[in-house]
T-cell receptor
Framework: DAMVIQNPRYQVTQFGKPVTLSCSQT?????MYWYQQKSSQAPKLLFH???????NEADTPDNFQSRRPNTSFCFLDIRSPGLGDAAMYLC?????????????FGPGTRLLVL | QKEVEQDPGPLSVPEGAIVSLNCTYS??????FMWYRQYSRKGPELLMY????GNKEDGRFTAQVDKSSKYISLFIRDSQPSDSATYLC????????????FGRGTSLIVHP
């Protein structure tokens, strides 16, 4: 019954070593989002896709990239992770643009940078 | 000033207590208000969704919105240890602000 699936759940990488996080959805939703959430902080939106239309938040570092090869999958690439990038990364989907359409979140990938 | 302010807690209450969780906001364009529950090391799950001002009830949960004061609340009646989680408010509006803005969450601990 999993609707938004994130892999892996835990990822350990080394400082500067590229890492890719993946998200898939079985809801056939048009919109997919990537959030970064640090301990006791609000989720911070990094990007979102409305179908194939990519939207980058103004303050998302260039170190973060995203790909959405099809409706079901979305990837977050961190080209050169720094210690400050250690966080929970949440993928979310919505059928259409908010605010009428609510977001469904995956379980998250916790990234540790050594 | 952040757009959405939420006290991080922790808020510790005995089982059976009525819990009140709150958020304040500054953007008058917000019209849609949500409460999410997030268990430790899990993603947020939507609890309540309200539009504009007023109350909405769902079981033990009641969401309240006061747009004139820019203040929203979530009440939990007969709280249970399984309610122990972080509760995040989120809100959005029309046009450019349609992506929800989240609060930092309030950690709730319900002890037996």
């Amino acid at each position: 019954d999993a609707m938004v699936i994130q892999n892996p759940r835990y990822q350990v990488t080394q400082f500067g070593k590229p890492v890719t996080l993946s998200c898939s959805q079985t809801l056939n939703h048009n919109v997919m989002y990537w959030y970064q959430q640090k301990s006791s902080q609000a989720p911070k939106l990094l990007f979102h896709y409305y179908d194939k239309d990519f939207n980058n938040e103004a303050d998302t570092p260039d170190n973060f990239q995203s790909r959405r090869p099809n409706t079901s999958f979305c990837f977050l690439d961190i080209r050169s992770p720094g210690l400050g990038d250690a966080a929970m990364y949440l993928c979310a989907t919505s059928r259409d643009k908010p605010p009428r359409e609510t977001q469904y979140f995956g379980p998250g990938t916790r990234l540790l940078v050594l | 000033q952040k757009e959405v302010e939420q006290d991080p807690g922790p808020l510790s209450v005995p089982e059976g207590a009525i819990v009140s969780l709150n958020c304040t906001y500054s953007n008058s364009a917000f019209q849609y208000f949500m409460w999410y529950r997030q268990y430790s090391r899990k993603g947020p799950e939507l609890l309540m969704y309200t539009y504009s001002s007023g109350n909405k009830e769902d079981g033990r949960f009641t969401a309240q919105v006061d747009k004139s004061s820019k203040y929203i609340s979530l009440f939990i009646r007969d709280s249970q240890p399984s309610d122990s989680a972080t509760y995040l408010c989120a809100m959005s509006g029309r046009g450019g602000s349609y992506i929800p803005t989240f609060g930092r969450g309030t950690s709730l601990i319900v002890h037996p």
